[in-house]
């Protein structure tokens, strides 16, 4: 087996047992933590970039450091990034249908990520100006 799949194997076994622990811990009414949600974060956030790209040593996928990768790279973030900010705009309307009122934090969130990207946009332009 290639190097990739194995560590492929090896991450996505760790996620489920931290994900099945993590489900194991509720289900006996403990309260889920941000260690758990951390590391479920990392360990899923490592798989699918193992599973993603490729490796330069088997030659096998696509490169990150190659056009396409970098092309890959450039669409995926643009689009995480309105999905993020959909779904902060949920959490606040969630909030508000919820508790009645808004939550400051979540709200001063909502409103870093709505000016966020048009900042780095007039940095980057700026760099190559």
């Not at 492929?8 to 047992?17: H, Q, S």
């Not at 890959?72 to 508790?99: C, M, P, Q, R, W």
């Amino acid at each position: 087996m290639k190097t990739l799949k194995i560590n492929a194997m090896l991450i996505g076994i760790a996620a489920l047992i931290a994900i099945g622990y993590s489900i194991f811990k509720i289900s006996n009414g403990k309260e889920m933590g941000f260690n758990e949600v951390g590391t479920i974060g990392v360990l899923l956030m490592m798989f699918f970039s193992t599973i993603t790209w490729g490796d330069k040593i088997d030659q096998d996928g696509i490169l990150q450091e190659e056009e396409l990768g970098q092309r890959i790279t450039e669409k995926s973030s643009k689009i995480s990034y309105f999905l993020l900010l959909f779904f902060i705009v949920v959490a606040v309307a969630a909030d508000k249908l919820i508790n009645g009122t808004i939550n400051a934090f979540l709200l001063g969130l909502l409103g870093l990520a709505m000016i966020i990207l048009p900042i780095v946009e007039y940095v980057v332009a700026k760099k190559y100006q």
